[in-house]
Each structure stands twice: as structure tokens, then as C-alpha cells.
């Protein structure tokens, strides 16, 4: 079983830029397809970027493509989450996540991932 960590959540200003981090301890996330999603109050939680193992499949969710970058550093244990361009509406509790489905399936789907962080709060200021 995974454990995951987020870091690096703030208050920033809109137009500026965050790295959030999550780190793994119990198991290696090369094993497993990673995931960003987000929540904000009284909304469902939401997709924003998944990875596959290897990085070699990436996805976005709209809202987000252009602005975010997930990354992935297999021999840290390591994935990431790069926001540019931040508005207002990024506000949310950001989570990582990790699915043991590999391949197939849906990236972007909620119920794929097996393992959440506790998570980190990212609010932007206009």
C-alpha cells in the first residue's frame, strides 16, 4: 500500500506560478498511474492531469492544458504538479493520486485511483 504526501500549496496572486509535490513512502510509484485532482468548496472533487507510469501518456483536463504540467521522478518517488498563469478560479484543495490500473481504463476518472494524499491548498487572489 502507498502513502502519499502533498506539499507546496500557498496563497498566491493570480498570474503567478506553484510546484506542488507528493511524495510516496510503503510502495514504488513506478508501479502505479498518478494523478492531480482538485477540489473546491462546495463542488466535486475534479480531474486535473494524470501520468502513466513510464510518463509516456499525459493528460489534461481543459481547464488546466496549456497552464499545468504534471512531471513524474520514478527514482525520488516523486510526482509534481507545475501551475502557470494561476486564477482565481485554480482555488481548490489540490490531491495526488495513485490507481493501480495501469492500462486501459480512464485516466481521468476519480474511481480509478486507489490511494489519495490528504492533500494541499492552493488559493489564488484577483
Known amino acids: 500500500q502507498v502513502q502519499l504526501v502533498e506539499s507546496g500549496g500557498g496563497l498566491v496572486q493570480a498570474g503567478d506560478s506553484l510546484r506542488l509535490s507528493c511524495a510516496a513512502s510503503?510502495?514504488?510509484?513506478?508501479?502505479?498511474?498518478m494523478g492531480w485532482f482538485r477540489q473546491a468548496p462546495g463542488k466535486e472533487r475534479e480531474f486535473v492531469a494524470a501520468?502513466?507510469?513510464?510518463?509516456?501518456?499525459?493528460y489534461y483536463a481543459d481547464a488546466v492544458k496549456g497552464r499545468f504540467t504534471i512531471s513524474r521522478d520514478n527514482a525520488k518517488n516523486m510526482i509534481f504538479l507545475r501551475m502557470n498563469s494561476l486564477k482565481p478560479e485554480d482555488t481548490a484543495i489540490y490531491y495526488c493520486?495513485?490507481?493501480?490500473?495501469?492500462?486501459?481504463?480512464?485516466?481521468?476518472?476519480?474511481?480509478?485511483?486507489?490511494?489519495w494524499g490528504q492533500g494541499t491548498q492552493v488559493t489564488v487572489s484577483s
Open positions: 493520486a495513485a490507481s493501480r490500473t495501469t492500462i486501459g481504463g480512464s485516466p481521468r476518472a476519480r474511481n480509478e485511483y486507489d490511494y
Open positions: 510503503g510502495d514504488t510509484l513506478r508501479s502505479y498511474r
Open positions: 501520468i502513466s507510469r513510464s510518463a509516456v501518456s499525459i
